[in-house]
């Protein structure tokens, strides 16, 4: 029989484990009756500091494994080490704490099996009109820069959620970037996708991981990984500047070599200073923070380190 293998990463999620357990027997039901496949469940215990392997050993069942990392790695890291752990002939990715729906994951797997010619299935959020207008419009802006130019382009809004066929997980598996960004990640390998809308539910408990702050590095790590157009309009930039003050410059001879004005001095000098300066300034730290991606790749050490891993058949 073919295997779903469900995957979600987790990080101090004990108040949702319960819950998230009922999910997978309910899961494991279904996809065996309407589809015919075996579900096999790999968590990743993304450093987390409460109770949460316990509370997910006791409320799991049937085929599982939590795959128990030394520290926090971040989500996106946690979910490439599940995905490798897994086995299954179809990977379906989720988050513990429940917010993408039952009958959503129902869907996306339902979608991919009836098209032989679907590689992939991903969910695409509708709910960012719910969310403030600067974090509407920051994202918009993100998804522009980050799309400019490119031969493959990341869909707005879709997220870890998807389901694929073996042959894509081991494509994503292939890619070694170290400062991985998932979105870019699914986007570059191509395949045939398909979006599939959704809206996710509350939370099952606690509160969201994500800050303001986590966001904004997480969306600087997609563009200094994916795309060149900051370097590239910043160099565009000076190369106006340039070209004005040469002729700024030749005016200034000009003027007086013929008609002998005098030449305004100090605000000029100023205003030169000031410009070039802040975009020099500007452009360093955008260059830095390419080459800090650089020697985050340079470096080799491996991706995660694994502690232990917690089998079903262990307690059994
Ligand atoms: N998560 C993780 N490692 C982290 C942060 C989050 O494994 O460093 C997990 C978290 O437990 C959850 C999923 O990733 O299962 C999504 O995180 P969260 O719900 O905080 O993000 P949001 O849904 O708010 O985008
Ligand atoms: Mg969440």
Redesign the pocket.
């Known amino acids: 029989m073919p295997v779903l293998s469900l995957v979600?990463?987790?990080?101090?999620?004990q108040a949702s484990a319960e819950a998230f357990g009922q999910f997978t027997r309910a899961l494991a039901r279904d996809v065996k009756s309407r589809f015919g496949l075996d579900l096999e469940v790999v968590l990743?215990d993304?450093?987390s500091t409460d109770d949460s392997i316990s509370r997910y050993r006791e409320s799991l069942d049937g085929n599982w494994r939590i795959v128990e990392l030394s520290r926090?790695?971040?989500?996106e890291i946690?979910?490439f080490s599940g995905i490798e752990e897994s086995r299954g002939d179809f990977v379906l990715t989720v988050?513990?704490?429940l917010?993408h729906p039952y009958e959503v994951c129902i869907e996306l797997i339902s979608t991919l099996l009836a098209d032989d010619d679907l590689d992939v299935v991903y969910s695409v959020r509708r709910d960012r009109m719910r969310e403030s207008w600067t974090k509407a419009i920051g994202s918009k802006l993100f998804y522009r820069v980050i799309n400019a130019g490119q031969r493959f382009d990341m869909p707005e809004n879709a997220?870890d959620f998807r389901i694929m066929r073996r042959q894509v997980a081991t494509a994503l598996l292939s890619i070694r970037d170290k400062r991985r960004f998932n979105k870019g990640l699914y986007a570059w390998m191509g395949f045939k996708q398909k979006g599939v809308p959704y809206i996710?539910a509350p939370?099952a408990a606690g509160?969201?991981?994500?800050s303001k702050r986590g966001l904004a590095a997480l969306s600087l790590e997609g563009i200094t990984s994916f795309s060149a157009l900051p370097l590239r309009s910043i160099s565009v930039v000076g190369v106006i500047i340039g070209v004005l003050g040469v002729f700024y410059g030749a005016e200034i001879i000009v003027e007086a070599l013929l008609f002998g004005t005098d030449v305004p001095g100090y605000p000029s000098l100023m205003a030169s200073i000031s410009v070039l300066g802040g975009f020099n300034l500007a452009l360093l730290g955008l260059l830095g923070e390419y080459i800090w991606v650089t020697i985050g790749e340079v470096k080799d050490r491996p991706l995660y380190v694994v502690r232990r891993i917690h089998r079903s058949d262990d307690v059994a």
């Not at 979600?8 to 999620?13: G, Q, R, T, V």
């Not at 926090?72 to 989500?75: P, V």
């Not at 509160?207 to 994500?210: H, L, P």
């Open positions: 979600a990463p987790f990080l101090n999620e990743v993304d450093g926090n790695f971040g989500k946690a979910l988050d513990a704490d917010q997220g996710p939370r509160e969201t991981k994500w």
